[in-house]
C-alpha cells in the first residue's frame, strides 16, 4: 500500500508557472506508474499526464501537452508535474495517483491509490 500527499499548488497569472510534488509513502514506489488527473468545479476528473514505472515512458493529455511535465524520482520517492504558460482553463484540483502495473492508463479506476488534491488557481 502506498500513501501520497500533493504539494505545490496555489495561485499564480495567466502564464506562469507552477510545480506540483507528489510525495509517496513505502519503499515500493519504483514499483507504481504515476499519474496526475484534475478536476473543475463541476467537471469530472480527467487525465493530465502519467509516467510509467518500467521506462519512464511519459503521456499526454493534448490540452497539456508541450506545456506540462510530468517526472518522477525513484530515490526521492516524489513524482512532479511541471506546469508552465498556465491557463484560466488549468484552474483545478489537482490529483497524484499510483498504479501497480507497468502499463499506463487513462482513467481513473485504472489507479489504485490517490492523493488528496492540491487547488491550483489560474488568474487572467
Known amino acids: 500500500q502506498v500513501q501520497l500527499v500533493e504539494s505545490g499548488g496555489g495561485l499564480v497569472q495567466a502564464g506562469g508557472s507552477l510545480r506540483l510534488s507528489c510525495a509517496a509513502s513505502g519503499r515500493s514506489f519504483s514499483l507504481y506508474s504515476m499519474g496526475w488527473f484534475r478536476q473543475a468545479p463541476g467537471k469530472e476528473r480527467e487525465f493530465v499526464a502519467a509516467?510509467?514505472?518500467?521506462?519512464?515512458?511519459?503521456y499526454y493529455a493534448d490540452s497539456v501537452k508541450g506545456r506540462f511535465t510530468i517526472s518522477r524520482d525513484n530515490a526521492e520517492n516524489t513524482a512532479y508535474l511541471q506546469m508552465n504558460s498556465l491557463k484560466p482553463e488549468d484552474t483545478a484540483v489537482y490529483y497524484c495517483?499510483?498504479?501497480?502495473?507497468?502499463?499506463?492508463?487513462?482513467?481513473?479506476?485504472?489507479?489504485?491509490?490517490w492523493g488528496q488534491g492540491t487547488q491550483v488557481t489560474v488568474s487572467s
Open positions: 495517483a499510483a498504479r501497480k502495473y507497468p502499463i499506463v492508463v487513462i482513467t481513473t479506476s485504472g489507479y489504485d491509490y
Open positions: 509516467i510509467r514505472r518500467s521506462d519512464a515512458r511519459t
